[in-house]
């Protein structure tokens, strides 16, 4: 003997495989980030930066590119950052002649906050990534009345990196360029 | 059969349906925010933390690092102006306006995102580099052989990618209309 199968039986175990399939959809999307065994940081994981600064991410090229769709015009270094002991603090000195730009990354990759030279006072990008709760420790030692005189970014995790992106102005000024962002400081405070 | 045989079908179902749909989405790259302007597509909201669930799933898993909104945006093109597939086979021009911003990069990817191996060990041009006609126009010839004046390389065959990235561009750029992006024009095929 079979059972019999009615229309609105089929309908709804559809509906209940329909269903499932939508949970498993978004909560596959939503856990991406945890689960993903290639993002950028793993891919960059060998780039190690010496000396309180910034290492140069090695230009895409034919067969071997850590990250697809890599600008090679442009000079592309990373800052590795953990906040567990403290805010951090990124220190670079910009001039007229070639543009350079920050981007501030979570763990996954994406990015949280992004600035440029522009954003320089009297030569300077002064930025202090921090955890919310260190940024209100920051704020609370202000003077009362005086600007702050650095850029305070809110990093919504302990673990993270930055990315420097620099624009060389002219082909003779890329060694400059290099040897700028050599000097470019991403170190923990204090 | 037994209920609780139909429960275990149902849910298997609605994994694979689930999964798959999710490998679909990915596959599919950005979804939403696109900005269109001729042949060349951006995603705006990629760059900051307004970044939706399956932009953020995509960046995880392909390992892009994408331009942060104030550090600029990034065009792709994988047609011509005419909306023909971009192909090794063919030989284009990329002619226009200086587009608006600080500095500007077009580069040449194959589909996955890694640069194209050529005998002049050239994966993108710049701002910097490129010579002027009457000042602002500008023209890049894309093609397998070496051509005059402004020369990307391209691979002799098969599909790729061209990446205009405008650095500090300004934030009318977001309204597609007022970016006038070069325009991609088709020549000679083989």
Known sequence: MTARITPGAVFAWALAVFFVAGCVHLSSILLMPRLAPKDAFTRLADIES????????????????????????????????????????????????????????????????????????????????????????????????????????????????????????????????????????????? | ??????????????????????????????????????????????????????????????????????????????ADSNGRPLDGACDYTVEGNDPPARFWTLGLFDRRGTPVANAADRYALSSQDVLRRDDTRVMVAVSPSARPGNWLPAPPKGRFTLMLSLYESNSGIASAAEAALPVI??????
Not at chain 2, 39 to 48: C, H, K
């Open chain 1, 50 to 190: 010496t000396g309180g600064g910034f290492a140069i991410v090695p230009p895409a090229r034919p067969g071997k590119a850590a990250i697809p769709f890599a600008d090679s015009a442009t000079i592309l270094a990373m800052c590795r950052y953990d906040l567990t002991k403290g805010p951090w603090r990124v220190r670079a000195t910009v001039d007229d002649e070639s543009m350079v730009s920050l981007s501030f990354h979570g763990r996954t990759g994406a990015v949280f906050h992004s600035l440029t030279d522009r954003a320089a006072l009297r030569g300077h990008l002064d930025v202090v990534v921090a955890t919310a709760d260190q940024i209100e420790t920051i704020e609370a030692g202000d003077v009362e009345d005086a600007p702050p005189q650095d850029i305070r970014i809110t990093s919504p995790a302990a673990q993270g990196f930055v990315l420097l992106r620099a624009m060389p102005g002219s082909p003779a000024g890329e060694a400059r360029l290099r040897a700028r962002i050599a000097a470019t400081g991403c170190a923990p405070e204090g």
């Open chain 2, 1 to 78: 059969v037994s209920f609780f045989l139909k429960v275990l079908v149902v849910i298997a179902l609605g994994m694979v349906l689930g999964l798959s749909a999710t490998r679909a989405s990915i596959d599919k790259g950005f979804l939403f925010g696109a900005v269109r302007d001729g042949p060349w597509t951006a995603w705006t909201t990629v760059g900051s933390n307004t970044i939706d669930p399956y932009a953020r799933a995509v960046v995880v898993s392909s390992g892009l690092l994408p331009l942060g909104t104030d550090e600029g945006l990034a065009f792709y093109a994988t």
């Open chain 2, 185 to 190: 024009r088709r020549g000679a095929c083989r």
